[in-house]
């Protein structure tokens, strides 16, 4: 798939809580291989949307396509087989194990789609060589022994990422990132992002609060407000938009650092 070619596309996607179009009427094209950004001021619907994507929700109406198949109803576990994984604006994480055994589970899960504890010799080594490459990309052989939740809130989010990578994804999806972490932690995570997704011709989607980090890494980034598209283009392009800047109360978000 080259990175022309659309990964993500939804038609007519809404999704209504009682009388509240939370999404409504959203179509949308992702490119294969880039990094793109859904932003939008608070209430806007953003993280309903990325819950519709992730098939954490069911949409009221509309389909999301991936690669072309239709994921509407598709379980949890099979998204991840078809090559999609998703991060939490909560830390996910296996608190009591160890960074290895974190990063471990997740890498059993591409080889035993039954997913036994126990697996023949061979599969388990490929899941050890695949459990000490995630690791060591992520930055965490240093605290590969220690119980996750030993570790600082910078390092929990590199340990979700590195369980995320795990099955080797193809499409990341990745709800707010960098919450909750101090700011010097920021840049190292987002670092490692861009190098997952440019080194692997991987695909990322971002719902991320933070404008300096959007405007920085994205390729795309859509805006919402009131659970419709109000935007879609580069940061440029975006940072120019005059409904944007109002959407956002006009400087609430300084678009343009």
């Known amino acids: 798939m080259t990175s022309r070619e659309t990964i993500i596309e939804t038609r007519n996607l809404s999704k209504h809580f009682g009388g509240l179009a939370a999404v409504d009427d959203v179509s949308i094209k992702i490119?294969?291989?880039?990094?793109?950004?859904?932003?939008?001021?608070?209430?806007?619907?953003?993280?309903?949307?990325?819950?519709?994507?992730?098939?954490?929700?069911?949409?009221?109406?509309?389909?999301?396509?991936?690669?072309?198949?239709?994921?509407?109803?598709?379980?949890?576990?099979?998204?991840?087989?078809?090559?999609?994984?998703?991060?939490?604006?909560?830390?996910?994480?296996?608190?009591?194990?160890?960074v290895y055994e974190n990063i471990r589970l997740a890498s059993q899960v591409m080889e035993d789609k039954n997913f036994r504890f126990l697996m023949d010799t061979s599969k388990m080594k490929q899941v050890e060589r695949r459990t000490a490459e995630v690791i060591a990309r992520v930055g965490l052989e240093g605290q590969a022994l220690l119980p996750a939740r030993m570790l600082s809130h910078g390092d929990?989010?590199?340990?979700?990422?590195?369980?995320?990578?795990?099955p080797d994804p193809e499409l990341l999806l990745l709800d707010e990132p960098t919450a909750g972490m101090a700011t010097d932690?920021?840049?190292?995570?987002?670092?490692?992002?861009?190098?997952?997704?440019?080194?692997?011709?991987?695909?990322v989607i971002l719902v991320e609060h933070n404008m300096n980090v959007v405007m920085q890494v994205s390729d795309e980034i859509t805006v919402m407000h009131q659970g419709k598209v109000?935007?879609?283009g580069t940061p440029s392009e975006i940072a120019g938009n005059l409904d944007v800047q109002t959407a956002y109360l006009g400087g609430l978000y300084d678009l343009h650092s």
């Open 156 to 166: 929990q989010r590199k340990l979700e990422l590195g369980m995320i990578l795990a």
């Open 31 to 98: 490119k294969a291989g880039t990094l793109h950004s859904i932003i939008g001021p608070n209430g806007a619907g953003k993280t309903t949307f990325f819950n519709l994507l992730s098939g954490n929700l069911k949409p009221t109406n509309g389909k999301v396509f991936y690669k072309g198949l239709d994921l509407v109803g598709k379980p949890i576990h099979q998204m991840i087989h078809m090559g999609i994984g998703r991060s939490f604006q909560i830390t996910n994480i296996f608190p009591n194990l160890t």
């Open 230 to 232: 109000l935007a879609q």
């Open 185 to 203: 932690q920021v840049p190292e995570l987002i670092s490692l992002i861009q190098e997952v997704q440019q080194s692997g011709s991987k695909t």
